[in-house]
């Protein structure tokens, strides 16, 4: 057995960046700001190169969590946050798709493969490069964006918690 | 000869639905390929339908594993948010859940694979030992799959008496000892299925971004519990346990040891609770306009969360990254080159959860 016993409070969830890692960051192609709240880094970028944040990422020895997307509209553009892990820190940069697509970073990541084909089906962004976008979780018979215009319409909830068992 | 294998998605060998499609000459397999949505829910849209309180109880049907790890980890995300720092009791009640959660899902992982190699006293020796792991969450949550424990400022439900349970921990390390992971690390029978089947080297655990005791076996040793602690890790203490050998067994021997790490945890949890609160808000919360991330280390691995909130009465957004997303598909970096025979086994030694990976 390989047993490391390390001494947890040494290092608190709430650890500043590394400045060289900051400034790292701050220096990929497309990079507007870099902040840290939160407990993470988020690095706002509208026009990133997205193959020169996973190339320096790759670099960098931090590997890609996931990708979330969030639909700004039906039919407009689609906010995309790649989030990567340091050791101890969350990297989270914010761009979005241009004309519906963003370039694959499969092909470089293999953990953007599925994010990738996930966020095609349900949203209908396009990833060109990838070399397998083939449904992931999308039944046959459905098209792509299959929950686009649900997420995208504003939510009416309930300022309280709701059954259908009590109705009054 | 060549020709294709389905494994699933309805199958003997597999917990819950997916497709693990190989491509044979002979015994051997060449490739394969994966296949999952089966069970897609559209959970993360219907978050965006439920208020703050309502959404907490969404998320923990993730899965019926580690309902647990999704409901804190969620309710951290938001806590986060909202700048609410939980009491230190109510971290430490969240701490012996997830403990106990992870030891009835190493368990449950152990019983599948003795019943995969055709162990079936070992199985029912493995899913006996379970059932106490369960009778203890019952006895503290009232429930025994989705515990309802947690609420956005701390937990729901204390533990009345902590000290209680203690023998069933000593019992259940005294069982894990010197029955279990000796049968598992030293039986003929077990060794000659699981020593160097499936390896994962070092390097394709970094390619394909495993996490969790996938990783640890492979010689990653990344552990949230350890990298980023949360909840009463830091003051408990931890031990993460990594072996480089990459192969079923490594796999094996990573989740039988850290069974015995998790009953260690839950033992000094107990006798440590803190007094004070268990919640820190009470009522509907106010999560403000905001994002945050959080991770935290599930039955699995790695368990990553993003949520956005606009300062409504709801989630904007909630995106989910459950390990056996990332785990899943480096099944087919094992299983080149094996027999045929080997499937079963390789594909269980991941610990997939479909559920999780569906949402």
């Known amino acids: 057995m390989t047993a490391s016993t390390r001494n947890a409070k040494a290092r608190p969830m709430t650890a500043d960046p590394p400045p060289a890692l900051t400034e790292r960051l701050a220096s990929i192609n497309g990079v507007a700001s870099v902040t840290f709240h939160n407990r993470g880094l988020w690095v706002d970028a509208p026009m990133l190169d997205v193959e020169a944040m996973a190339d320096a990422m790759t670099a960098l020895g931090i590997r890609l969590a996931t990708i979330t997307a969030i639909p700004q509209s039906v039919k407009g553009e689609t906010t995309i946050i790649y989030h990567f892990i340091a050791e101890s820190m969350i990297v989270s940069f914010r761009t979005q798709t241009r004309n519906g697509a963003l370039a694959s970073l499969a092909g470089r990541l293999r953990a953007a493969a599925w994010a990738e084909r996930e966020i095609r089906d349900l949203f209908a962004v396009d990833f060109p490069g990838h070399p397998n976008l083939v449904p992931l979780l999308k039944p046959s018979g459905f098209a792509n964006g299959m929950v686009r215009e649900a997420m995208c319409g504003p939510a009416a909830l309930a300022n309280s918690p709701t059954s259908a068992l009590r109705v009054k | ?359």
């Not at chain 2, 350890?226 to 031990?239: C, E, I, M, N, S």
């Open chain 2, 1 to 359: 000869m060549a020709y294709t294998f389905p494994l699933g998605p309805y199958h003997p060998a597999l917990e819950e639905p997916f497709k693990v499609n190989v491509q044979c000459k002979g015994e051997i397999i060449e490739s394969a390929t994966i296949e999952v949505g089966f069970s897609y829910r559209g959970i993360e849209m219907l978050a965006q339908q439920r208020n703050w309180i309502e959404v907490v109880t969404l998320i923990e049907r993730v899965c019926g594993i580690c309902s647990n790890t999704h409901a804190s980890t969620f309710c951290m995300a938001a806590e986060s948010i909202a700048g609410i720092e939980i009491p230190k009791r109510a971290a430490t009640i969240r701490t012996i859940v997830a403990e106990l959660e992870r030891l009835h899902s190493h368990l449950l992982w152990a019983g599948i694979g003795a019943e995969d190699i055709g162990f079936h006293s070992l199985f029912m020796e493995v899913f006996n030992l379970r059932e106490r792991v369960m009778d203890m969450l019952e006895a503290i949550s009232g429930n025994r799959v989705n515990y309802g424990m947690n609420c956005i400022g701390g937990v729901l439900r204390d533990i009345a008496d902590p000290l209680s349970h203690l023998p069933v921990l000593d019992a259940m390390e005294k069982t894990m000892t010197n029955v279990v992971i000796p049968v598992f690390t030293k039986n003929p029978t077990v060794l000659a299925r699981t020593r160097n089947v499936g390896r994962l080297t070092r390097e394709q655990a970094i390619e394909w971004a495993v996490v969790g005791p996938v990783a640890r076996a492979s010689g990653v040793d990344i552990d949230v519990r350890k990298d980023q602690p949360y909840l009463a890790y830091a003051d408990l203490g931890f031990t993460s346990i990594t072996r480089p050998e990459g192969d079923v067994l490594a796999r094996v021997v990573v989740r039988a040891l850290e069974m015995l790490e998790s009953i260690r945890l839950v033992r000094e949890a107990l006798k440590s609770i803190p007094d004070g609160r268990l919640r820190a808000t009470e009522g509907m919360p106010h999560v403000p306009a905001g994002e945050a991330t959080m991770r935290t280390e599930a039955p699995r691995g790695e368990a990553f969360y993003y949520v956005a909130s606009e300062g409504g009465n709801g989630p904007a957004r909630v995106k989910i990254r459950t390990p056996s997303f990332v785990n899943i598909p480096a099944i087919q970096a094992m299983i080149t080159g094996l027999p045929l025979a080997d499937l079963s086994i390789v594909q269980a030694s991941v610990d997939p959860c479909i559920s999780c990976t569906d949402r």
